[in-house]
């Protein structure tokens, strides 16, 4: 969840946890395909949010040092009242070196909001010691429906101009492109996909799950402009709710795919 320092957004810990348990799920499923051997020493969790999964790893592996960069001060102080085992950095992962050879690097739901992947894979996998992972998991979410329509709903109507600029996440190379990336590094690479088909519950639910995210730059860019944000939610909110109606038993379907790799160095 990192920005460049040239467009600081505003992250709400409270609205991000409001569907933790989906959220977390796909964390969980690149956590448990970590190799059985691994055995780290050094740590480093990538836009590490609230420090749950960092966390989890110091749990996983106490003799490690455990370290969490996160660029949102918000979120990094709700990490570091969850763990103080664990060593809490403030910062943007466009600029991070590790400073030493790292056995294990995760960036879960982080990268895809930082640009130039052709440099930035390698680079990271540079940063790994002998047998060293990177763990990786990226929504890929720029061509889905709800991403669409808030874009679309974006460019039209009378906070277009104040959006106009306002950087989202871009689209992802494909699977194919990460391969070749990480294998050129030298890296071994396990590359896939899943959609999961999230069953949401409570009013505009598909707004309020993007509104923890995705829409995060967008209400950064019209936190000025009170009235014209509660405009372009209110356009977004009839536009998603047209586009994923509520179901009669109360859950709103939203199919969410996702991209994982674990790479690990020779």
């Known amino acids: 969840m990192i920005l460049s320092p040239s467009d600081p957004v505003h992250w709400d810990p409270e609205t991000y946890n409001r569907f933790e348990a989906e959220r977390d799920r796909a964390a969980l499923d690149l956590l448990v395909r970590l190799p059985d051997d691994l055995q780290p020493r050094v740590i480093w969790d990538l836009g590490c949010g609230d420090g749950h999964h960092a966390s989890l790893l110091k749990r996983r592996y106490p003799a490690a040092e455990v370290h969490g960069l996160e660029q949102s001060g918000d979120m990094?102080?709700?990490?570091?009242?969850?763990?103080?085992?664990?060593?809490?950095?403030?910062?943007?992962?466009?600029?991070?070196?590790?400073?030493q050879p790292v056995d294990l690097?995760?960036?879960?739901?982080?990268?895809?909001?930082?640009?130039?992947?052709?440099?930035?894979?390698?680079?990271?996998?540079?940063?790994?010691?002998?047998?060293?992972?990177?763990?990786?998991?990226?929504?890929?979410?720029?061509?889905?429906?709800?991403?669409?329509?808030?874009r679309e709903v974006a460019e039209d109507g009378p906070w277009a101009g104040t959006l106009r600029d306002v950087s989202t996440i871009a689209p992802l190379p494909s699977a194919e492109v990460y391969y070749y990336l990480l294998a050129g590094a030298g890296a071994e690479v396990d590359i896939w996909s899943t959609t999961y088909l999230h069953a949401l519950t409570g009013e505009n639910a598909v707004l309020t799950w993007m509104s923890g995210t995705a829409l995060r730059p967008y209400l950064t860019a019209l936190a000025s402009a009170p009235?014209?944000?509660?405009?372009?939610?209110?356009?977004?909110?009839?536009?998603?709710?047209?586009?994923?109606?509520?179901?009669?038993?109360?859950?709103?379907?939203?199919?969410?795919?996702?991209?994982?790799?674990?790479?690990?160095a020779r």
């Open 227 to 264: 009235g014209l944000k509660s405009a372009y939610l209110a356009a977004l909110e009839e536009a998603l709710n047209r586009a994923f109606p509520k179901r009669s038993d109360g859950v709103t379907l939203l199919p969410f795919p996702r991209l994982f790799l674990v790479a690990r």
């Open 105 to 150: 690097i995760l960036a879960n739901a982080s990268l895809q909001w930082l640009g130039r992947h052709d440099q930035l894979f390698p680079r990271l996998a540079g940063q790994l010691d002998s047998r060293g992972v990177l763990a990786v998991q990226m929504p890929m979410a720029f061509e889905t429906r709800h991403h669409s329509l808030m």
């Open 76 to 99: 990094l102080a709700d990490a570091r009242a969850r763990d103080d085992r664990v060593q809490w950095r403030q910062g943007d992962i466009a600029d991070w070196t590790a400073g």
